[in-house]
């Protein structure tokens, strides 16, 4: 390609260059923007080559050693040193040691450093808010024309909380690959796809990173524009037709390449065998003996059973639906209710809080490392406690909460009982006791780790006898959801406690086995009697 035809791009993959591509065919020169997880000015960039052409916009990066960057190379724009997040408040920020994977998502964090030997260099409270806020404060409500989103495992979440009736983005450049740093393990997050087309968009391109959205109407509009157009626009475009051609020459045979390497991959055999092997699951008795003696069906699949493979989720949920449990138990309660928050750790609930006058209580005495065994958060920031004493006996008159929260603390108690006993004595006549604790967990947090969990027969027995009576009682996942969890903590427990290095075949052996616990997952029935990771129960002091 002729230097003359060379273009310059910023982006990690291009994407700059296929969004301009977009903008120009909708004759919008100097589009709009919003940067979320901008990172940096220059580097990975998907809007600085729109800054350079002269348009403006609103870039959001929450970590706070990165933001004065765009501060000095940014200046036109609006650059914010906040997070974007479903709701609004104060979360935590893990920064990692590769800067990009720096997250919101403590699950996301964790990931990084087992998985990929990552690790969390601190952990900063950064203040939050929602995508519709930032709309609203900054630009009266109305969308900017292109929205650049990567923000490490919030993505879905910000883009379902986007008021896409009232206004919306008409180009989307948003992350769909999950970080693997093994080429092709990263898994397509369907879900994402599936989203944003049920909001009327077309994925009008994929680097395998990124995925490129536009408003379908909006497209099929310029198509029809393009049609209707004058002799002078066809011979406008036809002009540029040899650059563009070879640009796509050039793209095709990297890509063939690229695919060509992938194929050639263990990974890429095995995966085709383990799509055929889903298929032999689903065939009658009969079929599947037949299938057996075929001794040629489990060579390299063909092109075909490629076909809108599923992202393996199976064991990554467990904190994020009790945290939602636990946010409605909360938002639920009448305004200007005296609230407890007994073991309150870091006070994570304390913003689902801001209607009820919230008291924390904790003894204070973990702060992170503990005695260096199980697991240990590293981090763990328990300032500004309002009362720091021992959860069975605290110095606050009986009757003298409305309600109390006490999430995941059971197991870190010697006498969780004696708790129990002292609720019963803090809360007024009909108060309510929100709690959660594991039914089955790994040692963490010791020397403070008493029980590995709790099952539905404790809470249903000792409540009673403590003056409860259980209005909700709830699991959180089943069986086939701990065990993929588990599952999926091998490769960091067997390069901790064996000195064992996962290969690439390890890796894809765990990759397969979760797979078939996601498909038998889909069916199951009532496995959480016998498995889970914890209850949510909701009890009320009886009245007298």
Known sequence: ????????SYAQSGEDLIVKFIFDSLRIFQPSYIDIGAYHPEIYSNTNLFYQNGSRGINIEANPDLINDFREKRSKDINLNIGISETSGKMDFYIMSAKTLSTFSRAEAELYKKDNNYQIEKVTSIEVFTVNQIIESYLDGQFPDFLSLDVEGKDLQILESIDYSKSC???????TISFSDVICEGIKNLDIIRFLESQGYLMYADTYINSIFI???IWKSQELD???????????INSDYSAINNDLTDQLNLAKQEIATMKSSKFWKLRNAWIKFKKILKLDPNQFDNILVDSDY???ADSQTYDNPIPVQ?????????NQWIEQQLRE?????????????EQQYRKFCQHLNYVSQDFDNYHGQGDFKGLQTGDWDQSNIDIISDIISIPEPDQSFDIILCAEVFEHLPDPLSALKEFDRLLVSGGKLILTAPFCSLTHFSPYHFYSGFNRYFYETNLRKYGFEILKIETNGNFFEYVAQELRRVNYIAKRYANYDFSELDHNTIYQTLALLELINQSQNDSEELLCFGYHVL???KKY
């Open 314 to 322: 199976i064991g990554t949920v467990n904190e994020q639906p009790r």
């Open 539 to 541: 009890a009320e002091k």
């Open 226 to 236: 393009n049609r209707n157009s004058d002799v002078q626009n066809l011979i406008l």
């Open 169 to 175: 983005p008409l180009v989307i450049c948003v992350e």
């Open 333 to 345: 309660m009448p305004a200007g209710l005296r609230i407890l928050d007994a073991g309150c750790g």
């Open 1 to 8: 390609m002729s230097q003359a035809n060379q273009k310059i």
């Open 298 to 300: 489990l060579e390299i």
């Open 215 to 217: 408003k379908k109407d």
